[in-house]
C-alpha cells in the first residue's frame, strides 16, 4: 500500500472526525450516537499508522493487497454502525407510535372534556 | 357489558358513514353496551371532516400509523375505558356487523378471540380471489404447524376478544399485517380461539391494502412474522 494512499486515507479520516466534532459542538448529533463514528475514525487512522502491523495482518489473512484489507476492515464497521442504527430506529419507530396513540386518546379526551363544560 | 367497536379508518370518506348506520342497526341485549370508536388514521380525504360534522365519537391520529398502530389505538382506548368486549371492523362495509351479536355469545361462552370467518361456511359469497384464497390457505397450513390449531380465515380482520386480551393488545401489537401475527401470539400463549361464519361483502369503495407484488412480499413477511411470532411467544402460566 502506497505511503500517498495512506495520507490520502488519513486526511480523509480526519477530515471527517473534524466534521464529528463539528457537529456535537453544534449540537446536531447526540454525543452518544457520536461516539461509535469517532470509534470508526480512530480505529481507520490507527490501522493506517500502524504500517509493519498491517503488512503482517494482511498476509495473515491472506489478502491480495494491504489497501484490500483496510477497506475490507471498514466495510465491516460499517456493517456494524449501520446495524446497531437500524435498532435505533426501530426504538425509536416504537416510541413514536406509542406517543402518537397516547396523543390522539388525550386530544379525544380534551376534546370531550371541553364539550361537558 | 360494555362492548366497543373498534373501526379503523385510512381515507374511508365513501362508506365510513353507512358502516356507522349498520352499527346502529344492531340489536343486542339491554344488558348490553354497544359503543363504536372510529380511528382516523391521518386520513388524507375528507374522512375527519365528515367525523367532524356526524359527531362521530372518533380518535383522530396526528400522524399515519398502519393499521396495526390505528388498531392498538382502539385497544388503549378499550383499556383506559374499562371495556369488556372491543371488536376489530374495517371501515370499509367489507364486514356485515349484523354478525356482532353472535361473537359476543362466542366470547360470554369463554372464549377469548372469536374470528369472524369467511371459509367455515357458505354463508359468505364473498371469497376473494383465488390467488389471494391459496396465499390464506398456505398461511393457515403455516399456522396449524406452528400452533397445532386449524384456523380456516387467519387474515380477518373482523375479530372480537375479551378484557384479557384487551390489556395484552393495548400493549402489544404489530405495526404492519397484525392480524395473523396476532393469532399466532394469542393460541402459543393457550388462550381460547374460535372461528364463527359470517357473511363478508365485497369492497364497494377504497382499495385493498395488499395488491400484485406486494401480495408476494406479504406473503414472505407474514410467514416471517408467523414464525417469529411462534418461537417468541412464551406459553401463559395458567
Not at chain 2, 341485549?29 to 382516523?40: G, H, M, P, T, W
Request: charged share 20%; aromatic share 12%; proline share 2%.
Amino acid at each position: 500500500m502506497s505511503i500517498r494512499l495512506i495520507i490520502l486515507l488519513i486526511v480523509l479520516s480526519i477530515i471527517f472526525a473534524i466534521n464529528i466534532f463539528h457537529n456535537i459542538f453544534k449540537r446536531k448529533i447526540s454525543l452518544q450516537y457520536s461516539l461509535m463514528w469517532f470509534v470508526y475514525v480512530i480505529l481507520i487512522i490507527i490501522v493506517l499508522m500502524s504500517l509493519p502491523i498491517l503488512n503482517y495482518i494482511t498476509k495473515f489473512f491472506g489478502f491480495e493487497l494491504t489497501s484490500n484489507m483496510v477497506f475490507f476492515f471498514g466495510f465491516i464497521i460499517l456493517l456494524i454502525i449501520s446495524f446497531t442504527l437500524t435498532k435505533i430506529i426501530s426504538t425509536l419507530k416504537e416510541k413514536v407510535t406509542i406517543l402518537t396513540q397516547e396523543v390522539a386518546i388525550l386530544k379525544k379526551e380534551i376534546n370531550n372534556y371541553d364539550k361537558n363544560n | 357489558m360494555k362492548v366497543l367497536l373498534i373501526i379503523p379508518a385510512y381515507n374511508e370518506e365513501k362508506s365510513i358513514l353507512s358502516v356507522i348506520e349498520n352499527i346502529k342497526k344492531i340489536k343486542v341485549d339491554e344488558s348490553i353496551k354497544l359503543d363504536y370508536v372510529v380511528i382516523n388514521d391521518g386520513s388524507t380525504d375528507k374522512t375527519k371532516e365528515i367525523c367532524l360534522e356526524n359527531k362521530l365519537n372518533f380518535i383522530d391520529l396526528p400522524c399515519n400509523l398502519g393499521i396495526g398502530g390505528a388498531v392498538q389505538t382502539g385497544y388503549k382506548y378499550a383499556y383506559y375505558k374499562d371495556y369488556d368486549i372491543a371488536f376489530q371492523i374495517d371501515g370499509d362495509n367489507q364486514h356485515d356487523v349484523s354478525y356482532v351479536p353472535k361473537l359476543i355469545e362466542a366470547i360470554n361462552a369463554g372464549n377469548d378471540l372469536v374470528i369472524g370467518s369467511r371459509f367455515v361456511s357458505e354463508l359468505s359469497e364473498f371469497k376473494s380471489s383465488f390467488l389471494r384464497r391459496v396465499g390464506i390457505n398456505l398461511l393457515s397450513f403455516l399456522i396449524k404447524v406452528c400452533t397445532h390449531q386449524k384456523v380456516y380465515d387467519v387474515t380477518s380482520g373482523y375479530r372480537a376478544c375479551n378484557k384479557t386480551l384487551i390489556k395484552y393488545f393495548a400493549f402489544n401489537y404489530p405495526i404492519d399485517y397484525p392480524e395473523p401475527d396476532t393469532l399466532v401470539q394469542v393460541i402459543k400463549k393457550g388462550k381460547k380461539v374460535m372461528e364463527i361464519p359470517v357473511k363478508m361483502n365485497e369492497r364497494k369503495t377504497g382499495k385493498s391494502s395488499i395488491n400484485g407484488l406486494k401480495s408476494i412480499y406479504y406473503m414472505i413477511k407474514v410467514s416471517f412474522a408467523i414464525i417469529i411470532a411462534d418461537i417468541s411467544t412464551k406459553k401463559e402460566n395458567k
